[in-house]
């Protein structure tokens, strides 16, 4: 089993940033991939942007040249560096990952809620 532990939402003005953090621990063999997804009231899940085992990416048109993934592998971890923040970001942000250690398992995160005002 993985677990994927969130961190870094809150409340932030328009125009401000955050950073969102997610480790991944337990029995991890090799992470194929890390990445985002949001959720807001109403609306569907959608992926905000996702770290290959490369280094490349993939993002959102809607946050291209807003945000920012990265990933460091020694510690498990990826984050998501969200800058000029718009009140249409607000959302609970969900950290994913697809692990395999005998196979491939996709595990999710909790959740973490971040707020824009405007």
């Known amino acids: 089993q993985v677990q994927l532990v969130e961190s870094g939402g809150g409340l932030v003005q328009a125009g401000g940033s955050l950073r969102l953090s997610c480790a991944a621990s337990?029995?991890?063999?090799?992470?194929?991939?890390m990445g985002w997804h949001r959720q807001a009231p109403g609306k569907q899940r959608e992926l905000v942007a996702v770290i290959i085992s490369d280094g490349s990416t993939n993002y959102a048109d809607s946050v291209k040249g807003r945000f920012t993934i990265s990933r460091d592998n020694a510690k498990n971890t990826v984050y998501l560096q969200m800058n000029s923040l718009k009140p249409e970001d607000t959302a609970v942000y969900v950290c994913?990952?697809?692990?395999?250690?005998?196979?491939?398992?996709?595990?999710w995160g909790q959740g973490t809620q971040v707020t824009v005002s405007s």
């Open positions: 337990g029995s991890i063999g090799r992470i194929n991939t």
């Open positions: 994913d990952a697809r692990v395999t250690t005998l196979y491939e398992t996709h595990y």
